[in-house]
T-cell receptor, first 114, second 111 residues
Framework: DGGITQSPKYLFRKEGQNVTLSCEQN?????MYWYRQDPGQGLRLIYY???????QKGDIAEGYSVSREKKESFPLTVTSAQKNPTAFYLC?????????????FGQGTRLTVV | QQQVKQSPQSLIVQKGGISIINCAYE??????FPWYQQFPGKGPALLIA?????SEKKEGRFTISFNKSAKQFSLHIMDSQPGDSATYFC??????????FGQGTELSVKP
């Protein structure tokens, strides 16, 4: 069953705690992305990676960190420096390269600060 | 320059009516314009996409109209159905690069 798996579906974070959101894909896609979704603000890009062992900051990278040690995996860590982390987080992939191709999304992780 | 502006933020349409969502961009280097559909609690999925060398693309009840000179593109949903109720996002990218999304439109189709 091909696709993108995000886990967990729901996550609760205490103040001052780091949490890591998982994103795994078996589409053999080169590029992976993390977006944050808040009501009325669309999808804002946090980080993206076009190749293993390389990644770039998106528009709202502050308070987040990522790694890309394997092609299949692109975990996102929400650090205690992110002051307002409550949101819906979406991982996406594209085939990569110079050609525009469809982005495939996971089912998302809803993070809540308690 | 990297922004994509989408309107309206919400839209209510009667069953059988036409839903129209508009997007505008500034960066003339954008060369790919997809629309995504998202149901509550799910990730977005590609609905239809267009490149700037055509002015219109139709897939079933869904049509993208593209106006290169005005730097605008729109999604038309003909014969809107309650099952079309979802959030719709326009987006733009340059040559396989990162997608820049609009703010989203929450569509509600009333029976």
């Amino acid at each position: 069953d091909g696709g993108i798996t995000q886990s967990p579906k729901y996550l609760f974070r205490k103040e001052g705690q780091n949490v890591t959101l998982s994103c795994e894909q078996n589409l053999n896609h080169d590029a992976m992305y993390w977006y944050r979704q808040d009501p009325g603000q669309g999808l804002r890009l946090i980080y993206y990676s076009q190749i293993v062992n390389d990644f770039q900051k998106g528009d709202i990278a502050e308070g987040y960190s990522v790694s890309r040690e394997k092609k299949e995996s692109f975990p996102l860590t929400v650090t205690s420096a992110q002051k307002n982390p409550t949101a819906f987080y979406l991982c996406a992939t594209t085939r990569g390269g110079q050609e525009n191709t469809e982005a495939f999304f996971g089912q998302g992780t809803r993070l809540t600060v308690v | 320059q990297q922004q994509v502006k989408q309107s309206p933020q919400s839209l209510i349409v009667q069953k059988g009516g036409i839903s129209i969502i508009n997007c505008a961009y500034e960066n003339t280097a954008f060369d790919y314009f997809p629309w995504y559909q998202q149901f509550p609690g799910k990730g977005p999925a590609l609905l239809i996409a267009i490149r700037p060398d055509v002015s219109e693309k139709k897939e079933g009840r869904f049509t993208i109209s593209f106006n290169k000179s005005a730097k605008q593109f729109s999604l038309h949903i003909m014969d809107s159905q309650p099952g079309d109720s979802a959030t719709y996002f326009c987006a733009a990218s340059i040559s396989g690069g990162k997608l820049i999304f609009g703010q989203g439109t929450e569509l509600s189709v009333k029976p």
